[in-house]
């Protein structure tokens, strides 16, 4: 009995010292704490509802065609060709209205952008509502934009742009959205009204079965950034399932050897022809270890990637969003 306890006891010793750490070196937990993803989420939540709503009101707008055409205020906007013609500081309440030359019919896109006038007053509510918001936008299929807040249009957009060719319009459109719901973007982009990198949710709007046009409301990734991350202890990024940065802690992202993710970067950058999201890629990166790293998280589904490379930093922690397809990134840089 006392040589089988014998036996026994330096194999639980083993056992025991083969339990899984869920510490590192430096006593930081494997598991990041979740409540940063759910304090971002549950409010990105309530934009789903707003835009549902605001997609109603478009279909009763649309399906009432006639009868608004014959009480349409015709003068609430004046235009110089294509573009409405008020600033921002001359009417709080009204939006840059668009008809790009790209239009097959002018004058049938002159009559939907007086039709939906009232869409004006609900991009107002919802922006007041949310601070958080940079604008909120329809762009239709016969090429009309209305965007809230005004904004010089003129200035900053060409006048024969194809607006279904942007991914704010055909990631709402049947291929991309067969659902027909709700879609957050989850590649951010450059915003062509020079509002930096945006991040987007898009619905889709149908007249008679038909799509007409793409609701969406942008949120900057400065803002994003600014708001949930800039005040948590420790260096944080964001990437999304391809390995692109959507943002971060400045110490984060340079900790992984890539340039600063600000908004004068982003003004400097996207009118240079050498200008690609690609050099923001974790798959991208010129070091071996960052590559590695985005191996582990986004394709292996790690929640923990500990660095070898000296010039590294020492480890980083992973975990998934649920309503978009990124992944919150915590960068445990070297003393």
């Not at 709700?182 to 009204?193: C, L, T």
């Not at 038909?210 to 400065?222: F, R």
């Not at 391809?242 to 950058?269: C, M, Q, W």
Request: charged residues 25%; negative net charge.
């Amino acid at each position: 009995m006392k040589s089988t306890i014998l036996r026994i006891f330096p194999i639980l010793i083993f056992l025991c010292s083969c339990e899984p750490s869920t510490k590192t070196g430096s006593n930081h937990s494997l598991v990041i704490d979740r409540s940063i993803i759910v304090e971002i989420e549950s409010e990105l939540a309530q934009l789903n509802k707003e835009i549902i709503s605001m997609k109603d009101h478009f279909e009763f707008l649309l399906a009432n065609r006639d009868s608004l055409l014959r009480q349409a205020e015709i003068n609430k906007y004046s235009f110089e060709g294509g573009f409405s013609t008020n600033t921002p500081q001359d009417f709080e309440k009204l939006s840059s209205v668009v008809i790009f030359d790209s239009t097959t019919d002018f004058e049938k896109s002159m009559e939907n952008v007086l039709i939906t006038h009232s869409m004006d007053s609900l991009f107002v509510q919802t922006y007041e509502k949310y601070d958080m918001l940079a604008q909120i936008y329809y762009n239709t299929v016969d090429q009309v934009s209305r965007v809230f807040p005004a904004y010089d249009a003129k200035a900053l957009m060409e006048p024969n742009l194809d607006l279904t060719r942007f991914n704010f319009f055909y990631e709402g459109d049947l291929v991309h959205n067969p659902e027909r719901g709700p879609v957050w973007i989850s590649e951010v982009y450059v915003d062509p009204a020079g509002r930096g990198w945006i991040l987007s949710l898009v619905h889709p709007v149908f007249e008679e079965g038909e799509l007409y046009a793409v609701l969406g409301i942008d949120i900057t990734v400065d803002e994003l950034i600014n708001r949930y991350l800039a005040k948590k202890k420790g260096d944080f990024l964001i990437v999304n399932s391809k390995g692109d940065i959507v943002g971060g802690n400045a110490a984060a992202i340079e900790a992984l050897s890539f340039p600063p993710l600000l908004n004068h970067v982003y003004r400097e950058t996207i009118h240079a022809d050498n200008f690609r999201i690609s050099d923001f890629n974790l798959f991208n990166s010129k070091n071996s270890e960052v590559r590695k790293m985005a191996q582990s998280f986004i394709l292996d589904r790690e929640n923990h990637y500990f660095f070898e490379d000296e010039f590294s930093p020492g480890a980083a922690y992973a975990v998934p969003f649920s309503l978009l397809d990124w992944y919150l990134i915590e960068i445990e840089i070297r003393s």
